[in-house]
């Protein structure tokens, strides 16, 4: 069933919160999230197809579109026949980038992507998901049982998910963590490019690229929050890690654009999307704590807190 342009906007509120920037020059998040003035000239690596604007996804050659579907919101609906739809219909209206997370909505999500990537809609999709696993055994568990939800026999994007801790980094690049796992992956064909998610710190970013390049590993992706609130100083990827990805052309997955609902409450909208400058002075002092970003200051968003089983 066919459903209007806005209807889809507003049935989509709060799950299309992936922005995709890849090359050295641009970043767009969202309408709503446009906060890195001097990163949002256009580039070369990009292309319009309909409505939707698609660009390389960092080293990988991937075309991506610019806006993806959030796969934690997607498993909410009480009908998964609802899920099945709203996926098939971002992907109908151009959207190819599919975001999920094996410990999403306890593999809901997964499952019902899976679903709806049937009848030939996997083709036209940009698969990622994410694993929680530290150790080797437990990432290797997860990306089966993950590839299993989703009906597919190979993943275009695997994340290592909430990079939040200072030992992560270690962890995943030690002997017998879940990196040699997802390499044998990548070696078996089950999955393509590899990168990594986290929104808590910049400095966990940074060490975790760091501790990559020790081990003679370069992630081709990073997943980041990036919001009007983050375009301010205070943990601020955007001023932080956003400039080292861009240097080294890593593909940049911007999230977050409304912390969940928190950023809204700031009061700091509507936001004029022509005004940059005004809305970063809008919501200067909102930003000045990270009172609305809970992603940062809470264990709001830390699935593996909560679950410290998933780590392994």
Not at 208 to 221: C, D, I, P, Y
């Amino acid at each position: 069933m066919d459903i209007s342009r806005r209807r889809f906007i507003k049935t989509t509120s709060g799950t299309l919160a992936i922005g995709v920037a890849a090359g050295s020059a641009a970043l767009q998040v969202s309408a709503a999230a446009q906060q890195t003035s001097n990163l949002t000239s256009s580039q070369p690596d990009e292309q319009r197809r309909g409505d939707m604007l698609f660009r390389r996804l960092g080293t990988t050659g991937e075309w991506v579109s610019l806006v993806g579907l959030g796969g934690y919101h997607m498993g909410k609906q009480a009908d998964e026949n609802d899920s099945i739809h709203l996926v098939r219909s971002a992907i109908d209206r151009g959207i190819t980038f599919m975001d999920n997370c094996w410990d999403y909505n306890s593999g809901v999500s997964e499952i019902r992507m899976g679903k709806a990537l049937r009848d030939g809609y996997r083709e036209k999709a940009f698969l990622m998901t994410k694993i929680d696993g530290r150790s080797k055994e437990e990432a290797s568990r997860q990306i089966d049982e993950s590839l299993k939800r989703l009906q597919t026999d190979h993943i275009d994007l695997l994340q290592h998910h909430e990079i939040i801790r200072l030992d992560d980094p270690d962890r995943i690049f030690a002997e017998g963590g879940a990196q040699e796992a997802v390499l044998e992956a990548k070696k078996a064909g089950k999955i393509r490019h590899i990168g990594f998610t986290g929104h808590k710190d910049p400095f966990m970013h940074l060490r975790m690229l760091q501790t990559a390049s020790e081990n003679g590993f370069r992630f081709e992706t990073v997943q980041l929050p990036l919001n009007v609130m983050d375009g301010h100083q205070f943990r601020s990827f955007q001023h932080q890690v956003l400039p080292v990805l861009l240097k080294e052309n890593i593909g940049v997955l911007g999230m977050k654009a409304f912390g969940d609902n928190f950023i809204l409450r700031s009061n700091t909208e509507k936001l004029d999307e022509s005004q940059l400058t005004a809305i970063l002075a809008r919501t200067r002092t909102a930003a000045t704590k990270g009172a609305f970003e809970l992603y940062k200051t809470s264990t709001h968003f830390d699935g593996t807190i909560k679950n410290p089983a998933w780590l392994g």
